[in-house]
């Protein structure tokens, strides 16, 4: 599925795509993304749970800052020689990809490598000591060759677009987790309990209560027999005392 004008405006709420600056599009079955070079001023995207496999239209978002890509289909770190020319990143989500390939320590060593003024690489903080080992331990890329981008590329071991991924997955991309954080908030919000649980006793009802304890001789222990607050003070003769 082709990323449109109109899916961009409708998410980022914008009018015009040289204003958007924030963009989610997490699990929308996305194969091109071509349109983000027409958004300079992009500085966070989510393009996780899709199907891209190239990211030249973001190498044109020179403000990008934050780019999360889990689960796409990226075919070669060679994709990073993209990403070289955005000053601005930071942050990156490149885990779950064909790219990152059977050696973890070679492909995180290899990000380092090209993109080292990074802070993040899949939600784990970047060292300056992982920084310095990156340059003798990693591997530069070049520009990704046609054939590398014309390639079949291979199954993925995961689904790529489901509701019930979303609410298994830990930890989700922050942008999306924000988004979610509201709803979730509301289902949560704790009900007043109905009023009928709860039943308040009217004044006849009491006094009526009273009336009985007193009918049923219920006075204190040796003592006199106190009227009760809620019955007619006349009844009881007290209305003719003098005072």
């Known amino acids: 599925m082709k990323l449109t004008r109109k899916m961009v405006l409708s998410r980022a709420k914008a009018s015009e795509l040289h ?3 924030k963009l989610n599009c997490w699990g929308s079955r996305l194969t091109d993304i071509s349109i983000c070079r027409e958004m300079p001023s992009l500085e966070v995207i989510t393009l996780s749970v899709n199907s891209i496999s190239t990211l030249e239209p973001v190498s044109r978002c020179r403000q990008l800052s934050e780019l999360y890509l889990r689960k796409n ?3 070669s770190l060679a994709e990073l020689f993209y990403l070289k020319g955005l000053p601005r ?3 990156l989500w490149l885990a779950e990809n064909p790219c990152c390939g059977a050696c973890p320590h070679l ?5 380092l490598r090209n993109l080292p003024h990074l802070q993040k690489l899949d939600n784990q903080t970047v060292t300056e000591e992982e920084v310095s080992r990156a340059l003798t331990e ?3 890329v070049t520009a990704p060759s046609r054939e590398d ?3 079949g590329l291979p199954e993925l071991p995961y689904a ?3 509701v019930d991924t979303a609410a298994t997955e830990t930890p989700q991309d922050p942008l999306s987790l924000r988004e979610s954080e509201a709803s979730i908030q509301g289902q949560l919000s704790p009900k007043p309990p109905p009023r009928d649980r709860f039943p308040s006793f009217s ?3 009491a006094a009526s209560s009273c009336r009985s304890r007193v009918s049923e001789g219920a006075a204190p222990a040796g003592g006199p027999l106190l009227p009760c607050p809620h019955v007619d003070a006349t009844r009881w003769g007290l209305g003719d005392r003098d005072t």
């Open 19 to 21: 204003n958007v600056r």
């Open 73 to 75: 289909r990226i075919p």
């Open 89 to 91: 990143l930071r942050v």
């Open 107 to 111: 492909y995180r060593m290899t990000v």
């Open 138 to 140: 990693g591997e530069e």
């Open 149 to 151: 981008t014309r390639n």
């Open 160 to 162: 790529l677009s489901t």
């Open 203 to 205: 004044q006849r009802e």
